[in-house]
């Protein structure tokens, strides 16, 4: 049953099979038939169009000729037309002079009797002028007394109008001294407040400057003394070695052999820990991650007894050079996680004091970075819904007004452009690399003029938040990322150079280029003769290009792969 079970199904298989491919012959016919019908068709379509072209042609030059005929009879009409138009006019000025003769004698007949009824009627006239005229003063001296009486009138109007202005420009103008002289209070006390923090943060980092100091010359003052005791160390090995081996040489005996072979051996030993020891000590006094690297990686490498206490403090050392120039780069680049990511590895590594500096700045600019990252994404989460409320105004209160001016000061417009609300709608408007919420993407601190910022302070604190979110919430949300971003740039000196502009929280200098393989210390000299000339050898051979697109492409600011006529967002801005 199971083989005739088996028997059924290939044979329905087969069946199947050859369904399908008498389908698919099926199939491929009807398909070349509808080409070669199609090919047929297009055939057949481009000869009909080839005879409609010729007939075309033909009918046009048909109507070319017919045209050169017609006009050369319409010619021959308009000559026939102008003789016979030429004999009329002759025949009708012979008329018109005759007629001009006629009509002058009547004229001056006509003239004679109208002068005669002028001469009448202007009697008749000037009697009733004299009439009108006599009506026409009485009427005159009644307006003027009317007029008279309505100009006093107007005069004590206009007097009480000018009082009740004076008194109104007078109470603006009072509470307008009010209102700038509270703003230049608030003012004022932003500022103090800015000094104080300032200041304060100013006599921290003296303090943490202090315990770095104390904290590094006892780590100075450590390696120095390992240092003194690996060189006592490799000196004393290097002579027992010395000796061991003058003994194996002056052997006289196979028992003296054996064990001046066992001497020498031991203090190949200990001379190959004192040398260790004396490298990774070396290393370590110098501050150089470039020498520790591969220092540690022998001495670990090789795993020789009593090299611990030695591998052990130069990996600390390294790790914390690496932890001071990775928070270096990362306050450099204003990136919040890598800078998260730095304190949290100095932290790890119990680097606090001897970075306390570093990672005081590296915190203030932390909490800056993000205070202005949540202003910045609340508007990059305004939907285009929220923001058209604020275009709809056609008269917007004077807080909407003021506080778009200033978003708009900060973001680098001049006060020209915004002199109106339609000036200011115009630039709401703008799509592209000019939009809004794109602009503020884009902006830092060091972007903005300091008398804009300064403005802005003035302009901001004259209006309470609440009151501000209470009128839009888009309103709001800009309110908080102009005071937000105008307070940062006026904690920044007021003439930025170009080292503000171009480095890390209080100017720190860019660090150096990362080596292969490790960090680089601030106290590591600058590779000079061959090596430096080999090694910028080497970085200039990019592999097929693909090096020296992507450097140029860190270097322009962009991400590789990113769109290169799109500015790349501000670096605080990425949480990755």
Known sequence: EAEEKAKLE???????????????????ERLRLEAEEKARLEEEERLRKEAEERARLEEEERLRLEAEERARLEEEERLRKEDEERARLEEEERIRREAEERARLEEEERIRREAEERARLEEEERIRREAEEAELRRLEEERRIQEEEERIVELQRRELEERLRREEQERIAREQYEENMEAERRAAEKEAARVAAAKALEEETCLARAKEEAATRIQIDTHKRNQELADREFEAARAAEIEAESSVQNSKSDRELEIANRMRDGALQRAQRATINKDLADATIQRDVKKLKPMI??????????TENYLLQAKKLYEQLQAATQLKGATFDRRIADIEAAIHAI?????????AVELLEAQVL????????????EVQKLSQQTIAILKSYNRPPDVVVQVMRSVFLLLGNKPSQLATWPDIVIQLNKIGKDNTKRRIQTCTPEDIEYTHAKKVELILVKYDEELVFDTTQALGVFYNWAECIADERLALP?????????????GAARPPPLPEGGMVSSGTPPATGKKKKQKEKKEEKPKNGKKKVKVAAIAAGLRPGADKNMPPPPKFLHAD
């Not at 990686?297 to 009593?306: D, F, I, L």
């Not at 007021?494 to 209080?506: A, C, D, I, Q, Y």
Request: charged share 50%; glycine share 6%; net charge positive.
């Open 366 to 377: 932390l909490k800056k970075l993000q205070r202005i990252q949540r202003a910045a994404l």
């Open 297 to 306: 990686s022998k001495a670990e490498k090789k795993r020789v007894s009593g």
């Open 347 to 355: 932290k790890k590594g119990g680097f606090e004091t001897l970075l």
């Open 10 to 28: 290939e044979e329905e298989e087969r069946l199947r099979k050859e369904a399908e491919e008498k389908a698919r012959l099926e199939e491929e």
């Open 494 to 506: 007021e003439v930025l150079t170009e080292k503000h502009k171009s480095s890390g929280l209080f």
